[in-house]
């Protein structure tokens, strides 16, 4: 690991940590600034009633480098004057050490005269000392510097590259929680300014610069995962060259290199690439946040292990105040190991054995695709899989001796008022028989569509006729089953296992009811990472299937306006369908399809309409000619 950069990175996150800390001293009154204690008179006290030498009590703390950083007092030095807060001043050191350990924080008061006032120093070193980085900070750090250390370039080199004001640098890895983590920590300021990460999306071919809220030279350009243009106006490898041309650092995450845009990667200054977290890497961490590591973690902790856990599984067991040995339990539990490990849905690892080998591998278990979490507990898929109807030809015995109550199972070809989504589905009939003959690529064939329209047109029912119409096992989910889970690396692990699921029964069909439930990026509100990540998981799993014959794919929203752009380009679901009300022939035709044979005897048993029952009295026609359009004018037979 290249120690100059660990060093560097690590002193930044403690420099960081101590300028929470006093801020959060800052807050609770412990502490105040020199120009706030004088605002409020409070900068000089009278001495106390105990008659002791009045101390000295102020004290000058360098919080940040940064000038233009607003928390650093307004000094051009970022320097703060501080001075005992109301909550201390005039606090001797024994009534100073009661207060302190009501705020957590562990005050020395031996040794010394306990009826002494305490001094700011005092204080202020109290509140530093127990300022440690975040585990999860920590571990970033450390995965970035073992990325520099792998590829081989001197401190020189990359510190040359990073120096430049429009690098590009691309940055992989497969560890949960290291992306989200990092944009965090940029926003926050832990590499020695705040940086504002501007997303691709923001930027289309009219803008002349960053949006109004970014800064120059405190800005960098994100493109995450296969993130695209939302609004369709350019390509993802134009803007590239677009982006790079504004003069910004412009920053690949993800987890592979292929869920990059290529141009990135090939005109990046530095290619970095993460590992997953080992042993070496939990055990600096333990060390940063709590000062030491247990002496069997290697034993208990493995590389294996290690690599399960994932960035906010540090964060939630390693917290400073509890004993190393405790928290190393914690994280063996939850990298799925240890006696009393459970699951997601509380089920013990014993209840968990007891699933079968299906469930840990990833296979069918009672209908459902199943895998193995990260943490040992078997996740579903959520999606029902429905096998076709066996159809009945016209010559079926049942069909032709006319059962009462009798209906055929419903296909594209019997429903009615579908009138474009039926045509989308009758070619593909004929398209996937030339596929399975071997005369028709699947590229050239259309298989992706949505279909919209109000509540109850029947975008469930045209997806199951699809089923029986091509003969191919549906699989159903929604985008609702998707996030169930919640946690986000379960919701994407979820929406990669149905898609999964689909291939592992190809050809077959796809269909996802409430899509529209994936929502749109870049509507710039604090869960905009987490539904980021949602949808670009969503595009690179499209995109994924494009290379993947067999697969079809539908969706169904009755919002298609509220879906992010770039799921309905080309190559996704790029044919778009909506499915209106139906007229009187559609509802013809749909009365007759659920009355089946039944028909006939229904309309035949009618009421008659007085006029009717007159005319037949007096031997004329009671009615004009049936129509094909009045269900009520069809003859017996007609329908």
Known sequence: MSVRLRKHLLYRLRHEARRRAVDRALERGLLATGEAAAASGEGEHQPSKRNKAEPQNDFTFGLAADDNDASSGGNADGLKRLTLGPVLLGKTRQETAIILQRSGLAFESGGFDPEALVTVAEISSTVRARAVPHADEVAVMLLIAGAVERIGLSDEAWRGCLRRRDWQATMLSPVDGFEARLIRMLKEGSFGQTIGVCSSSDLTVETTGLP????????????????????GITGVQD???????????????????????????????????????????????????????????????????????????????????LEPQAVLTTLVRLAGQGDDAENRN????????????????????????????????????????????????????????????????????????????SDWALDLKLDLALWQAGKLPWSQMSTRLLLSGPPGTGKTTFARALCNTLQVPLIATSVSTWLEPSHLGDVIKRMRMAFEEAESHAPAILFVDEIDGIGRRGQKNEYDDYWNSVVNKLLELMDGTTRSDGLIIVGATNHPDVIDPAIRRSGRLETHIEISLPDVDALVGILAHHLGNDCSTVIASRPQPRSEARHEEAGRPSAPPPSKTNPQQMEPGQC
Request: net charge neutral; charged share 20%.
């Open 212 to 231: 109004s809220r970014f800064k120059q030279g405190r800005t960098v350009i994100l493109f995450r995962g296969s993130e695209d243009n939302q609004y």
């Open 239 to 321: 803007k590239v060259a677009f982006a790079a041309r504004l003069a910004v650092p412009l920053l690949g995450l993800a987890e592979e290199a292929e869920h990059l845009p290529s141009r990135l990667c090939r005109a990046a200054d530095l290619c970095l690439q993460t590992g997953p977290l080992t042993t070496v890497i939990v055990r600096d961490t333990f060390h940063e946040v709590l000062g030491s590591a247990p002496g069997d973690l290697p034993q208990r902790l493995p590389d294996a292990v290690a690599a399960a856990l994932s960035i906010h599984d540090l964060a939630a067991a390693m917290r400073p105040g």
């Open 346 to 421: 509380g089920s013990t690892k014993g209840a968990q054995s007891a699933k079968g080998d299906a469930s840990r591998s990833g296979g069918w278990r009672s209908g459902a695709w199943d895998k193995t979490t990260r943490r040992g507990g078997a996740i579903s898929s959520g999606s029902e899989v429905i096998e076709p109807a066996a159809l009945m030809t016209a010559g079926s015995a049942s069909i032709d001796a006319g059962e009462p109550g009798l209906s055929m199972p419903p296909t594209v070809e019997t429903l009615h008022g579908y009138n474009k989504a």
